[in-house]
Antibody
Framework: QVQLQESGPGRVKPSETLSLTCSVS?????????WTWIRQRPGEGLEWIGN???????FQNASLKSRLSISIDMSKSQFSLKLTSLTAADTAVYYC?????????WGQGTLVTVSS | DIQMTQSPSSLSASVGDRVTISCRAS??????LNWYQQKPGKAPILLIS???NLQSGVPSRFSGSGSGTDFTLTINSLQPEEFATYYC?????????FGQGTKLEIK
């Protein structure tokens, strides 16, 4: 059974960089799937951030592209997100999920608060 | 980018009711439409992919239909555990955008 678990700092200051990691268990990351990041601002809907496959090919939301970096570490069964120049608008629950066009399963999510 | 619009934004219903949630895409997305269910404080779970393909373990009370730009999620005989927020998602082109959600509440 595939399981995903996000980890990250919880709170980050404005203008700083957010680094999140998603750890994958129960499946090989080289299985051909893409691995995706999604976020949900408090009380709002879901925003697709971007994804990566085992070859390191990425698709990214253009609205974030200048600030966004997604990477993968097959040896650790992890993929990561880095988002620079944070503002309060980046406060959200960040989810990771398996899949490209169809997202299943999802991690439980991690709340990131951007605040000084 | 493709915009996804759900209606209604919220819906009150009773256990046993049949409910319908609509999702409209800003352009033709063929059958690249998925539905997710999210309960408070939890991650979304995939219910239906490609308009009408029910995921394993999802009750047959759930069904999806539509094509092109207009899609529908139907829940027959609503059960207490199905009061949640439902999101549609287009997987036709990146960014794979979601609708704003439909919150299904107990009447």
């Amino acid at each position: 059974q595939v399981q995903l678990q996000e980890s990250g700092p919880g709170r980050v200051k404005p203008s700083e960089t957010l680094s999140l990691t998603c750890s994958v268990s129960g499946a090989s990351m080289s299985s051909g799937f893409y691995w995706t990041w999604i976020r949900q601002r408090p009380g709002e809907g879901l925003e697709w951030i971007g994804n990566i496959n085992y070859r390191g090919s990425t698709f990214q939301n253009a609205s974030l592209k200048s600030r966004l970096s997604i990477s993968i570490d097959m040896s650790k069964s992890q993929f990561s997100l880095k988002l620079t120049s944070l503002t309060a608008a980046d406060t959200a629950v960040y989810y990771c999920a398996r899949g490209n066009t169809i997202l299943d399963p999802w991690g439980q999510g991690t709340l990131v608060t951007v605040s000084s | 980018d493709i915009q996804m619009t759900q209606s209604p934004s919220s819906l009150s219903a009773s256990v046993g009711d049949r409910v319908t949630i609509s999702c409209r895409a800003s352009q033709d997305i063929s059958d690249y439409l998925n539905w997710y269910q999210q309960k408070p404080g939890k991650a979304p779970i995939l219910l239906i992919s490609a308009v009408s393909n029910l995921q394993s373990g999802v009750p047959s009370r759930f069904s999806g239909s539509g094509s092109g730009t207009d899609f529908t999620l139907t829940i027959n005989s609503l059960q207490p555990e199905e009061f949640a927020t439902y999101y549609c998602q287009q997987s036709y082109s990146t960014p794979y955008s979601f609708g704003q959600g439909t919150k299904l509440e107990i009447k």
